[in-house]
């Protein structure tokens, strides 16, 4: 319970000291917390992670190897269906166009997703990782968990024995896609057949305890309470403070939240879209929650260059990428981009120095 005379202001000011939040006084940060102390406490919570002066950002491109899936998420507009003409599995020949003109640009990775497509092998997912790392010189930041739920059953092994045959092949690392709301009551309501939290958890245990890094992501205001986003961000921290504890490599490398796009959705005109206020306190909230995480992602992606400049002095250290290609957001009607230039202007007109680094925050140099 709360003490009676607790108040935002008074969680705050321990922030500022460095204290952990709890569970309780998370949710009261979010429902009732100033935006302006939200700011100066997430600023400070930022700077004692990161240089105060830098913000990076990386250059990748966004590729879907596949459309077809057979998990059917009722907030995705991407998808096609197995045995849908219009369907897609791209080419060597076009990943390799997609590569060469990746690193044609200073680029130095793929952040690798697709559907959940049944027509393709296990051999086939080891041969697509060896041909990007290997042949193409591409650092593979690949395959969202319920992705490697399906791999480990074409397999035939658990999970730690797929992801450790990944890695052998070429996986870099594990990005977070897929988590929306790590609550089952949400996860049955939107994509039922994508499995509770606990699969989503399971795939990223067993990467860390296999000394792999990957991100962790929340997809917000798709009917969850303000309770059940800290509920989410709760699993977060805990398993972040298991994988340090390891202290083997292994472990979330950053966070990013963004709200839902219902755009060409079966939710379309059902939910009501976040504000810009909304996901400023959301993402500032994180910040200070996620105490045991180095770096939060600003999602301008969605939420456009003006907002995506301010979560910098909201807690975010780090712009995410330029989007040289993005088919997931884009779908549901949202699609902002930017080139290098524009990117490196973005970050000083926000106030900081922008650096270059690569899908698991190392310094990218010419």
């Not at 202007?345 to 010419?366: C, H, L």
Request: net charge negative; hydrophobic share 40%; with cysteine.
């Amino acid at each position: 319970m709360l003490k009676a005379l607790l108040t935002p202001e008074d969680i705050l000011s321990g922030v500022l000291q460095g204290r952990r939040v709890t569970v309780a006084e998370a949710l009261l940060l979010l429902e009732r917390a100033e935006l302006p102390d939200l700011a100066v406490a997430a600023t400070a919570a930022r700077d004692r992670h990161n240089d105060p002066g830098r913000a990076s950002y990386v250059i990748d491109r966004n590729v879907n190897y596949t459309d077809v899936c057979n998990v059917y998420c009722t907030f995705c507009a991407f998808y096609h269906k197995p045995g849908d003409s219009r369907g897609y599995v791209l080419t060597r020949e076009q990943l390799k166009q997609k590569a060469e003109e990746t690193k044609g640009i200073g680029g130095t990775g793929f952040l690798l997703q697709g559907g959940v497509n049944p027509d393709l092998s296990w051999e086939y997912y080891l041969d697509l990782v060896r041909y990007l790392h290997q042949d193409l010189g591409i650092w593979v930041h690949g395959f969202s968990p319920v992705e490697i739920q399906m791999m480990a059953k074409l397999s035939g092994q658990s999970l730690r024995r797929t992801i450790a045959d990944l890695r052998e092949a070429g996986l870099g690392s594990i990005p977070g896609g897929g988590a929306e709301i790590l609550v089952d009551r949400i996860r049955k309501k939107i994509a039922p057949l994508k499995g509770g939290r606990e699969k989503w958890l399971e795939v990223m245990e067993a990467a860390h305890e296999e000394g792999v890094k990957t991100t962790g992501t929340m997809m917000f205001g798709i009917t969850e309470t303000l309770a059940e986003r800290i509920e989410h961000l709760e699993a977060l921290r805990d398993q972040q403070d298991r994988a340090l504890a390891r202290d083997n490599g292994g472990g979330y490398t950053a966070f990013a939240a963004w709200p839902f796009q219902s755009g060409h959705t079966p939710w379309e005109g059902k939910v009501p879209k976040p504000t810009d206020v909304e996901y400023l306190r959301t993402i500032a909230v994180a910040r200070i929650f996620l105490d045991n995480f180095q770096h939060i992602q600003s999602s301008w992606v969605t939420m456009g260059r003006k907002t995506g400049q301010l979560a910098l002095h909201y807690g975010c250290d780090d712009m995410g990428s330029l989007m040289l290609e993005e088919n997931v957001v884009s779908a549901a009607g949202t699609c902002y981009s930017v080139n290098q230039d524009e990117m490196d202007r973005m970050i000083r007109a926000a106030g900081y120095e922008p650096w270059q680094r690569d899908n698991v925050y190392g310094q990218v140099t010419d």
